[in-house]
């Protein structure tokens, strides 16, 4: 098991990263944060979607990770049944509908137990995002996804 404090600066700086993120970009730049038994080690994630996983564990296997927190940005919707419709193409969804969040993954070594921070973005006029409150979920060892590595 990681040490508790390890895994809650993993996610301040991830929140963190992401407030800056948000607020240069059109789109956040997923990033990965690497806690080796050294230190943190910051990546920003520029491979297509469908190889992030791959590329997830070929960078925690090279640094020895012992947990890592990924930043990326969704969609969300609270309404399954109309997903379904889209085959939980979220994104297809009407805009009001769905909400664009910014999601931070914590996970760690040989350790199906996940943690999650899961933060809305809005839209100013002016065109400026930012992060709404975080909310928090975890640890669930019964998550599921591409993005949750717990094994590398």
Same mark, same amino acid.
């Given at each position: 098991?990681?040490?508790?404090?390890?895994?809650?600066?993993?996610?301040?700086?991830?929140?963190?990263?992401?407030?800056?993120?948000?607020?240069?970009?059109?789109?956040?730049?997923?990033?990965?944060?690497?806690?080796?038994?050294?230190?943190? #080690?910051?990546?920003?994630?520029?491979?297509?979607?469908?190889?992030?996983?791959?590329?997830?564990? #070929?960078?925690?296997?090279?640094?020895?990770?012992?947990?890592?927190?990924?930043?990326?940005?969704?969609?969300?919707?609270?309404?399954?049944?109309?997903?379904?419709?889209?085959?939980?193409?979220?994104?297809?969804?009407?805009?009001?509908?769905?909400?664009?969040?910014?999601?931070?993954?914590?996970?760690?070594?040989?350790?199906?137990?996940?943690?999650?921070?899961?933060?809305?973005?809005?839209?100013?006029?002016?065109?400026?995002?930012?992060?709404? #409150?975080?909310?928090?979920?975890?640890?669930?060892?019964?998550?599921?996804?591409?993005?949750?590595?717990?094994?590398?």
């Amino acid at each position: 098991m990681v040490d508790e404090l390890i895994l809650q600066k993993l996610q301040t700086a991830a929140k963190v990263g992401a407030e800056i993120n948000i607020g240069l970009y059109d789109q956040l730049l997923p990033t990965l944060l690497v806690a080796t038994p050294k230190e943190i #080690e910051i990546y920003g994630v520029t491979t297509d979607k469908e190889d992030i996983p791959a590329v997830i564990v #070929e960078t925690l296997r090279k640094c020895h990770a012992i947990a890592y927190a990924l930043v990326i940005e969704a969609w969300s919707t609270p309404f399954l049944e109309q997903a379904a419709q889209h085959d939980y193409k979220v994104r297809d969804m009407a805009p009001d509908d769905r909400d664009e969040i910014v999601q931070i993954i914590i996970a760690e070594q040989h350790n199906k137990a996940v943690r999650f921070s899961i933060a809305k973005i809005q839209t100013v006029a002016t065109g400026q995002r930012h992060l709404m #409150e975080w909310s928090e979920s975890g640890p669930d060892s019964k998550a599921c996804g591409t993005f949750i590595i717990t094994e590398w």
